[in-house]
Nanobody, 123 residues
Framework: EVQLVESGGGLVQPGGSLRLSCAAS????????MSWVRQAPGKGLEWVST????????AYAESMKGRFTISRDNAKNTLYLQMNSLNFEDTAVYHC????????????????WGLGTQVTVSS
């Protein structure tokens, strides 16, 4: 059974940082690209970032470039998202999602995702 469990969310002030983690199990983690997606209150799902199976290629939504960094540790079956310079618009539930393939071309395709972790940016 595929399981994706996010952690690391919380309340942070504008300009602050958070590091999200996603523990994966139930599949061969290093065979697949992984993504972060988010959903803000009252809005639809928004793609944040994708990383290829070995971490060699990454992709980011335009508004996250230079602020967010996606990474993975295949030995630990864990996906990360380092978020810096957070602003109010980053408030959302962040989900990690498994792609059905190995590379970043699957950035908009997901076959499993976790329940998410809440990130709230507030002063």
């Amino acid at each position: 059974e595929v399981q994706l469990v996010e952690s690391g969310g919380g309340l942070v002030q504008p300009g602050g940082s958070l590091r999200l983690s996603c523990a994966a199990s139930g599949f061969t983690f290093d065979d697949y690209a992984m993504s972060w997606v988010r959903q803000a209150p009252g809005k639809g799902l928004e793609w944040v970032s994708t990383i290829s199976w070995n971490g060699g290629r990454t992709a980011y939504a335009e508004s996250m470039k230079g602020r967010f960094t996606i990474s993975r540790d295949n030995a630990k079956n864990t996906l990360y998202l380092q978020m810096n310079s957070l602003n109010f618009e980053d408030t959302a539930v962040y989900h990690c999602a498994k792609a059905p393939g190995s590379d970043i071309e699957y950035r908009y395709k997901y076959d499993y995702w976790g329940l998410g972790t809440q990130v709230t940016v507030s002063s």
